[in-house]
């Protein structure tokens, strides 16, 4: 039997709370705790609470000093794509050049570079370039990482890079939910005529999305609604066909125009809208009548060089609940850090450093439909923990690309990093 008591921390962020994602001023509250200890027995938090009751109540549990670091529930990363081949580090300077997203992509660039890349590698060099990635973030505190497929965009590859992601959740200990995405573009190859584009999007209604669902190989269905990528009519077919599969739903929503992706992901009840960074008034408000989060992604407009970044304050004074996420990507977000998307959060979408805990634990796990398990130090949630070098919560999004992450545990046992 695993038992372990978590002691002599300076502050414990519990997060402790319904498990269900927070809104509002909820978002504020952290839970913070001065003097507190954390019990796991096996895979499940025991107890939270004062230190001294908790060695009297766990007296045989074997205690894991933290040496006065604060520690937290492992944060979750509840958008990433992971899987791919090599770095497009050139489209970096195409950028600075002065060069937009469109023309990056007219030049050969963009996701249907890493399209190429990933039909040229076979599952087993996915895996071990995958398997990196998601290690280094593990040493930066990341508990649980949504893994999407998209970069395959015919039914053979996107099938290998959803084994590759089956084959990664049983080999890392960190928790992985896969998440179909074959909508992230449209192939080259059915860009010709309207026909083809439509048989493109019969493929995946017809053959792609009943394969995955049949093989169990993802959790959630994607699809990139974004102007010359997927209207919001084709976004509602494909994800109304996942659904009848079986599968739950998620969005790439208003990341570069207002293209009505909010409302749909609140009208179809979807897990999560993602990137939001041009939704609209309606959007939000339709957002704040639903349960959809809102997965905010500051490291990808600041990479990209863009202006713009999500409606943080406005969101959440609407009553949307706010997550966040990495999109690590080769293009357009290559960060393995996780706390330096809390310092984004912090300093350019203005959460307080409490708000910005909660929507990278609490509401991340609500992203991926796992509040109920995931995201808090409570009683009866996963074992999932990571502990940092500092004393106050407030330096983790503070010590800006620092390495303070001096362990992280998932179900109770330590990452093997």
């Not at 002599?8 to 001065?34: E, H, K, L, Y």
């Not at 609490?362 to 808090?376: C, P």
Request: with cysteine; aromatic share 6%.
């Amino acid at each position: 039997m695993n038992e372990l008591l978590f002691v002599n921390a300076s502050q414990v962020v519990t997060c402790a709370g319904p498990g269900a994602a927070r809104r509002g001023a909820a978002m504020a509250d952290a839970a913070v705790r001065d003097g507190w200890a954390v019990a796991v027995r096996d895979d499940t938090i025991a107890a939270v609470g004062p230190e001294e009751e908790l060695r009297r109540a766990h007296p045989g549990f074997a205690e894991v000093d933290c040496d006065r670091g604060v520690l937290t529930p492992g944060f979750v990363d509840s958008h990433t794509h992971a899987v791919f081949g090599r770095a497009r580090a050139a489209e970096h300077e195409m950028r600075a050049a002065g060069l937009d997203y469109m023309e990056i992509a007219r030049r050969g660039g963009g996701i249907h570079a890493s399209v190429r890349d990933v039909r040229a590698h076979t599952e087993a060099q996915l895996v071990a370039l995958a398997g990196e990635r998601l290690r280094a973030l593990a040493r930066s505190g990341v508990t649980t990482v949504e893994v999407k497929s998209g970069y395959g965009l015919t039914l053979d590859d996107e099938l290998k890079m959803l084994r590759a992601i089956r084959r990664l959740a049983a080999e890392l200990p960190l928790r992985i939910v896969p998440t179909f995405l074959g909508a992230h573009e449209i192939p080259l190859e059915y860009r010709d005529t309207p026909g083809r584009r439509r048989a493109y999007i019969d493929l995946l209604v017809h053959e792609m999305i009943p394969r995955v669902a049949a093989e169990r190989l993802a959790r959630f269905a994607d699809v990139f609604c974004e102007t010359h990528v997927y209207t919001a009519a084709e976004s509602r077919e494909i994800l109304l066909a996942a659904r009848a599969a079986g599968l739950d739903l998620k969005l790439h929503a208003d990341e570069l125009t207002s293209s009505g992706g909010a409302e749909l992901a609140a009208e179809l009840d979807a897990a999560s809208a993602d990137h939001l960074a041009a939704i609209s008034d309606g959007g939000i408000a339709a957002l704040a009548r639903g349960r959809t989060v809102a997965t905010l992604l500051p490291a990808t407009m600041v990479f990209l060089g863009r202006p713009g970044q999500a409606p943080a304050r406005r969101l959440i004074e609407a009553g949307v609940p706010v997550a966040l996420a990495t999109d690590f990507n080769p293009g357009t977000s290559p960060t393995l850090h996780f706390p330096t998307v809390l310092t984004l959060a912090v300093s350019q979408l203005r959460l307080s450093a409490a708000e910005a805990l909660v929507a990278a634990t609490v509401n991340g796990a609500a992203a991926l439909g796992l509040a109920g398990r995931v995201g808090q130090l409570a009683p009866g949630f996963s074992a999932d923990l990571a502990l940092f070098r500092a004393t106050d919560y407030r330096e983790v999004p503070y010590w800006f690309g620092a390495a303070l992450c001096r362990r992280a545990w998932v179900r109770g046992k330590p990452c093997d990093w």
